[in-house]
């Protein structure tokens, strides 16, 4: 089945700057890629999401990247805020009826 | 998107007990899912809930011991059976939104908290 590696596990960064939070994913069938973020005792919540026949896909700070050659997808969060402090989870998932498959996700924090 | 409502939001248990979990959808959806994440941890599908039929259960989660019910498209519950420690987990039931505007999107209920003693 589907294998969903995520990388790093915990991220700091500094108000304002980026970060990169990358997966790789096993099954080449795969065709679907969401990313969730999860903040302390809520729910997670879908931010963003790309399917294999697109490359890139933006939603004002927030981006995703696809390499299908490489397997892998990344999440990109420009001019880091206070409240995108979070752990952020991507899955892969093949197919309609596929089920998705989480990566170990990342805890984000952004420093003041 | 669809409005999911799960409750108990949380439970302190007794080992040995047992305890259900709703879920209810504002809307009717195809697939309904349930999710464990345990402290600190991913989510891991426990499994697919069908309308009409047995859940399928994933690796490592049987019947037995996680029954699920799902009589219409838009009510499921989740029982955690003869409960011990290691069952203290948020349980999160999810649906698939396959309406044409969200098209495949998973979206999660609130959880529900359960600690076992």
């Known amino acids: 089945g589907e294998n969903v590696e995520q990388h790093p596990s915990t991220l700091s960064v500094q108000e304002g700057d980026s970060a990169v939070i990358k997966c790789t994913y096993s099954?080449?069938?795969?065709?679907?890629f969401p990313w969730y973020k999860q903040e302390l005792g809520k729910r997670p919540q879908l931010i963003i999401d790309?399917?294999?026949?697109?490359g890139e896909k933006k939603d004002q700070r927030i981006a995703v990247t696809l390499n299908k050659t490489a397997k892998h997808f990344s999440l990109h969060i420009t001019e880091t805020q206070p409240e995108d402090s979070a752990v952020y989870f991507c899955a892969a998932k093949r197919g309609s009826w596929g089920k998705l498959q989480f990566g170990a996700g990342t805890q984000v924090v952004v420093t003041p | 998107s669809a409005v999911i409502s799960q409750k108990p939001s949380r439970d302190i248990c007794q080992r040995g007990t047992s305890l259900t979990i709703q879920c209810q959808v504002d809307s009717q959806v195809t697939m309904m899912f349930w999710y464990r994440q345990q402290p600190g941890q991913s989510l891991t599908l426990i499994a697919t809930a069908n309308q009409g039929s047995e859940a399928t259960y994933e690796s490592g989660f049987v019947i037995d011991k996680f029954p699920i019910s799902r009589p219409n498209l838009t009510f499921s519950t989740l029982t955690v059976s003869n409960m011990s420690p290691e069952d203290s987990s948020i349980y999160l039931c999810s649906v698939e939104d396959q309406t044409f505007a969200t098209n495949e999107k998973l979206f999660f209920g609130s959880g529900t908290q359960l600690s076992v003693l």
């Open positions: 790309i399917r294999s026949n697109v």
């Open positions: 099954d080449s069938a795969s065709n679907y």
